[in-house]
């Protein structure tokens, strides 16, 4: 198998996100995975309580993985997966008595109307995670410690300076911090942006929603583009944050831990978690999965998302339904 050029290689400590270039296409083409496969990457949950059996199960809720495009990731990036077992083997992070926060720490503006409302963003990663969140100060663009450029009209932060400085800033009860932005951002000089860059390692990642809002592209607005741009800003912050907990990219079930190189491969994928996956999260931090579901449905309900608010009602008569 051909690896690809070593800055682009995805590795535990740091994950590079939304290559510009589609790259070549691998000699190890991505196989889809069966059922079996998925029921491997749940793993056995016989002595698990009848409300996690049920969570936990393959009943259809969570769709099959897609078949990937030639531009999408796994057709690039033929990854392994991770089942829940191996998971649950690999060193990782959770939280803990002292380390249980989650932190925003938003740089530069967040205009009202133009920009996914902060207070919105906290809310929907407090839903997801069930843990704490916290703002840090937001910090003015004019103040920021890192190195900016110039990419065409576009103003780009330089991700690298930002992870160091969030490395010096992390709070005490911190389980991670992520700064999110309206910013566009660059990991280096040889790369055109990074939607972000996370070092799992020490819990901090930095994430851009500048791509997030169709006029970024001088494109228009559609009807409905305060509601998808949240949506989005939303998954992002699921998914970047799920990593934080040692969860890798999902390859069995269509989920928010599926990779993704391009927005629109990303807004064809779930907002929510499959079950492996969210049997990954929830060994983590062991939140109640229905008052779980019944958070991010009122979310969902609030937001005009109407489809995924559906979907969590459909999975608390699936976990409450009977035996
Ligand atoms: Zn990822
Ligand atoms: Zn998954």
Redesign the pocket.
Known sequence: MKLPPPFMLVTAAVVLLALFAVLPRSEADFEIPDAGDRDRAIGDTTKLPPALRKAFTDDGS?GAIAEPGAGDWLANHPEPGQTFAEFMRVRRNRPDETRNRIYLQPIGLFPEGFAPSLNKLRDYTKAFFQMEVRFTPPIPLAELPAKNRLNGRKLQLLTTDILALLRRSLPDDAYCMLAITMTDLYPDEKWNYVFGQASLRHRVGVFSFARHDPAFFDGRRPPGWRNLMLARSCKVLAHETGHMFGIRH?I??D????GSNNLAESDSQSMH??P??LRKLHSSIGFDVVKRYGALGAFYAEHELDKDAEWVTGRISAIRGGD
């Open positions: 969570s999902c069995y079930f989920c928010t831990m599926n978690l499959c492996s996956c």
